[in-house]
């Protein structure tokens, strides 16, 4: 079993920035993949960013690319979201999740409760 537990959120205005991080314990020899989801308010959870769990390999949805960091330090249960140049659109409840299948955009088996992030005018 893996534990997930984020940290980092809170207000921030637009074109700021805020960096959010997830701690993963127990079971953490069983991830290939960890990374992030957000759910804005009567939207559907989507993907945002994730890393191979040996921190070689980024994927990024296009909406953030080029404003987002994903990072994670080879032998270290620290993964890191830098988030640049923040949007309104980037408002939601973003989430720490973590896989142990082979496909970064398959089904993630632990998540964490979340953290809320939100952008003002």
């Known amino acids: 079993q893996v534990h997930l537990v984020e940290s980092g959120g809170g207000l921030v205005q637009a074109g700021g920035s805020l960096r959010l991080s997830c701690v993963a314990s127990g079971g953490t020899f069983s991830i290939n993949y960890i990374g992030w989801f957000r759910q804005a308010p009567g939207k559907e959870r989507e993907f945002v960013a994730a890393i191979s769990w040996g921190g070689a390999s980024t994927y990024y949805a296009g909406s953030v690319k080029g404003r987002f960091t994903i990072s994670k330090d080879y032998g270290e249960n620290t993964m890191n979201l830098q988030m640049n140049s923040l949007k309104l659109e980037d408002t939601a409840v973003y989430h720490c999740?973590?896989?142990?299948?082979?496909?970064?955009?398959?089904?993630?088996?632990?998540w964490g409760q979340g953290t809320q992030v939100t952008v003002s005018s």
């Open positions: 999740a973590a896989t142990s299948g082979i496909q970064v955009l398959g089904e993630y088996n632990y």
